[in-house]
Every structure is written in C-alpha cells, then in structure tokens.
C-alpha cells in the first residue's frame, strides 16, 4: 500500500504477506486457509484520494525447486535472486519468489461499489500479462470506524487514560495520539478472555480498590524500601501494524518508534516508542511510593533509593544498607522492652 505524496512521511506505507502458493500443471494454487487470511494496513484518519494498493503474486519454492527454477529458467533465476538480495538489504520480508503482479489500483475508486453487510467490497486486480486476477475484499475504517468494530462503539476519550498525550509525531503534525487504558487495549488486541479474567478476579472482587484512593491495608505500621530513579516502562506509543492478523495471537498494534516526548515532564524520557518513569526498572515510583499516601492513617517508614544505590532494582532493596538496617532495627527486640514486658 502506498498512501500517497502527503502521508510520504509516514511509516505506514508497506507491504504485508499473506499466503504462499505454488507453480503446479502451469496454474497458480495457493493454500487450503488462503480465505482466511486477514491482512491490515495502518494509514491516515481519511483515505487519502491518490493512495493506491500493488498486489504481488509469489511462489515459495523447496531446495528442489530451486534447482529446477535454475536450470530452466536461469534468467529468472538471477531476477528472484537479486530481488531477494534488494529486499534482505532493505529489511523487508523476502520469503517467495515473484511470479506476477497488478498495476497500482486506486484504493478510493473501489468503495464506489456497494458493500455487503460487514462493510467490505469485492476487489478484483487482474495481473500483468493476461495471467489471470487477484481477488479480495475491503475495508477501510477511520478513527470512528475503528471504536466501533473493535471497542464496540466506545470512544478512547471514555476511559481511564490521561486525556493529555505527551507524545507527538517526528515528521507528520497531523498524526494525534489518543490515550487508553488497559482495558481498552486488552480489547483492542482481541484479548477478551484476559479482559474478563481482570474483571473477575480483580474489579468484581470487593475487596480490590483499582482507584488507589481507599486501599490502605489494615496494619499500624508500615517499613518500605523504594527505588525512585532508575528508568521504567510506565507506557507506550503504539500504531496499528501492516501485518498479517489471521493468528489470533498476533497484535495489531505495534510500537510507534516516530513517536516522541511533547510536553511531558522533565524525568521521563522515550526510547522506540516506549515511555519511561523514574522507578525502581520494574514499578514507576508513582507505585513504589504510593505507601506515602497512607501516612495519616499508618505509621509509614519509606527509605527511597537513588540510581546509584546497589538496591536500586526491583527485589534487590536489601543490598542497601540503609534498608538492611531499618528492617533489622524494626525486627529487633530491646533488653527494655523485653523486661517491660
């Protein structure tokens, strides 16, 4: 798919594969499940009018095949290698070898036929040559289109996300980034049953407080030992993917690596689309020290540990002297207090 001149600054433009056929009694015959294959492209909020779609149609072949493609077809031969060459060098997939394809087909032009009741219409791309036509049908949902087949109507902006985004795009002002929350991607990348399994076992539970605000356990003291400085996963910039979704265990999303900081404070930073906290490089500090929020109800010791503390990692707090001694001061009995009591 290639989007057109105005989204050239995009990185949704690409290729994706689907199923492999093979060269039998001079026909193409592609696999039993090719029906099933659901291929996805990431583009802009709008069709853009110039964009188009190229369909190649390619032939994976075994070791013998290649030894038979070499000795009848040596020209062809050199072509698939030096393809297959091009495209290792520029990273892309290189499986298949090619045998035929379509001129570049306007996308827009095919939605002024009539959809069928799941939105889709019928497209046929003849190939090249006279070699017969690649069929396949549909979609292109928007922003909106996008809430309504995959969170059921819902809008992003009804979650729990922040409503401000502190990302931008490096190249495209137009790009927007939208915020949401677990739930939202839990049902974005089709994980119904993971989503059920939070809602089950944790917000159903009475006894599970999600908000942070009533959740102080029912103790008189509390020591705690938090790493504040090492960079943490605290959240992601994603983008829909160019990728084959027939597997139900692939996502649809991807990490956004043109993704950037806007706006954010001044202790985050970013890196391929991952966004990080102060923490302790599993927990953001905004987790590690949520304790402090107890301290009108609870006696709280909170013993925080910079970067260049041997403790600093989740789980190795006690290689810091400090939180040795402070648990060992709390687990020790006095001669005083034994005898008063």
Excluded at 57 to 76: K, N
Excluded at 294 to 309: G, R
Excluded at 332 to 338: G, H, I, K, L, N
């Amino acid at each position: 798919v290639d989007w057109g001149e105005a989204n050239s600054s995009r990185v949704e433009s690409g290729e994706v594969s689907t199923c492999f056929g093979q060269i039998q009694d001079g026909n193409l015959v592609f696999e039993d499940d090719a029906d099933d294959d659901v291929v996805q492209f990431g583009g802009p909020e709008t069709l853009p009018e110039e964009a188009t779609l190229k369909a190649y149609v390619t032939e994976s072949l075994s070791s013998g095949q290649w030894g038979r493609d070499l000795f009848l077809h040596i020209g062809r031969f050199a072509k698939n290698i030096a393809k297959k060459v091009k495209n290792s060098w520029q990273g892309r997939n290189c499986e298949g070898f090619h045998r035929a394809k379509t001129d570049p087909s306007n996308i827009a032009s095919w939605f002024e036929s009539e959809a069928d009741d799941d939105g889709f219409v019928t497209v046929e791309l003849p190939l090249r040559d006279e070699r017969g036509k690649v069929t396949f049908k549909a979609k292109f949902l928007n922003f909106e289109g996008v809430c309504s087949e995959w969170l059921d109507g819902q809008s992003l902006s009804s979650g729990e996300a922040d409503a401000g985004v502190p990302v931008k795009h490096t190249q495209c002002e137009e790009v927007v980034y939208d915020g949401a929350d677990m739930k939202q991607m839990l049902k974005l990348e089709r994980l119904e049953n993971h989503l059920k399994w939070w809602q089950t076992y944790y917000e159903d539970d009475e006894l599970f407080d999600q908000t942070g605000e009533s959740d102080c356990p029912p103790v008189k003291r509390i020591l705690a030992f938090a790493a504040v400085e090492v960079p943490t996963a605290a959240a992601f910039a994603m983008r829909i993917g160019n990728k084959n979704v027939s597997n139900p265990l692939e996502t649809r999303f991807e990490l956004d690596q043109d993704a950037v900081l806007s706006g954010a404070s001044e202790d985050w930073t970013m890196s391929n689309g991952v966004i990080n906290k102060p923490g302790d490089f599993v927990l953001p500090a905004s987790s590690t020290c949520h304790v402090e929020a107890w301290s009108d109800k609870v006696d709280v010791t909170l013993i925080k540990l910079e970067a260049s503390s041997p403790g600093s990692r989740h789980g190795t707090e006690l290689k810091d002297k400090r939180c040795w001694e402070a648990l060992k001061e709390l687990l020790t009995v006095s001669a005083d207090a034994d005898t008063d009591a």
